[in-house]
């Protein structure tokens, strides 16, 4: 554990804000963005965090960016590899390129082709493998050995965690009196991130995770105190398919309020209200949060919301209402 | 003369500064964004003036909020009407209901769903027609003679057209060494206008119109020296099909420095490259203008240009590149 260029304990305030600095370094700080329409819709006051505009297209830059621009040079020199379905994957690769560094990222073949694309566009060596945790884990492991390659995990990492926070960061320095901050959950890296972020910077705010019905391990495994794996999800959020791990088990099981999970049709609902009303381009993962709000808006009337929009890459030549 | 309510002569620097008062009272000062990725491939620095983020989606709502906030309460007394492809519609409408005013709309019977939804959305009545502009004059006549309501034309109005500068206003305001400013041209209200704030606010700063080559009467009027119809335009734009009227001829004539055509598969391409690389959702005709400006790239290397995104009112049922 001593030689780990990452944080080797549950990130501290000093952490996430230190962390904050790396990432603004090359990411940006996003809008907060509001729809009177869907504001009267659900009845309450809410602010999309619209990390779909941030570099790379997600927020997953945060982690990345945070991870990689905070190594020393000789960690770099073989390169950055991960397994990721898509949005890790393209913030991964772009972080590595603005160091000049290379990087090997595992996708599974039926990640969408916008994030392949992307994940390409930088520079990155794509390896495809089968799309479970298994064949991930296993191609993986072949490249970081092939490589010498530092493995930078997309979520079960406190660096990455501590950069995901920052999202929730933004949100509540701009927002101070945020009732509530909607997260989507899959590997539950910016639900952790969005839990120590409120509790270091917000004590009245909780977090709400988000998850479809259809890949709903992460609320059985807070349910059951253990982690249950996400064993063939059904859902069109390719952002959610992945199951929670241990650093991420043990934040969100004491911060994390609870979890709303959502139908697919809410979940496409959702996502087509963010296209139309407010004319930008949310993949389905980023609806989850906005689907949970508007089923569950009866307990939310007349409360300040945040909802942390994940990401944008979508495939637009596979769009989920046609 | 005397008895018309709206601006009777060309818009005045000062006419621009009273109108954007009015159309901040409910419109939106849009955001100016930008893409690095889309700066690269074109080789200039672009700000995209975000007026798909407009009330109503489209920058329509500042030329109608600007009249309608203006009236006196008389002329509202038996409403107000137009004829419009489909922004327009939703701008009036939706300025109409905030005043407490009735609105009689004429559309096509081509205009995009989402469009005539959001029309009828803002309680407006809307009465279809045959898509040429002779039937939308006709039924317009019927429905003001029948109803006595307030015609307020889309574009060969002053006062709409005092509306439509403001957008340009504001990226004067924020951007004050702007070498160019690209907009679409349909009826060229909306060029009209830039041209005027151009002229006022920032003499060095050029406007250059943009139009489908499917839908040159722009083109040919100004080349020609007088207004040519737009008989059967062919293109994907459905904004962009009007034609020039005496006052947008006579304005555009004076102060446009020119007009680029662009095909139909390169406005799709530009559409497509916003809605990817920006995470915003335009409609076609909002991307003539930057299908224009990569046309000419090599005449703007390294010039700073704002291109107006002038709406986001697309059917999501209907893609151009499916």
Redesign the interface.
Known sequence: MNNSPFLSVRPSRDNIISAHERVLFHGKKT?LLSSTAINEMVGCEIYFKAE??QKA?AFKFRGASNVVMGLDESYLEHGVATHSSGNHAGALALAAKLRGAKAFIVMPNTAPK?KVKAVKSYGAEVIFCEPNQKAREDTLAEVVEKENALFIHPYDNYSIIAGQATAAKEILEEKPGTDFIFVPVGGGGLASGSCLSANYFSSKTRVIGCEPAGADDAYRSLRDGKIHPSVNPKTISDGLLTSLSPKTFSILGELLERIVLVEENEIISAM?LV??R?????EPSSAVPLAALYKERENFRGKKVAVIISG?NVD??K?P??
């Open positions: 809008p779909n505009f297209g916008i087509r296209w139309e407010m004319k930008i381009i949310i944008g637009l030549d769009l209402w046609l």
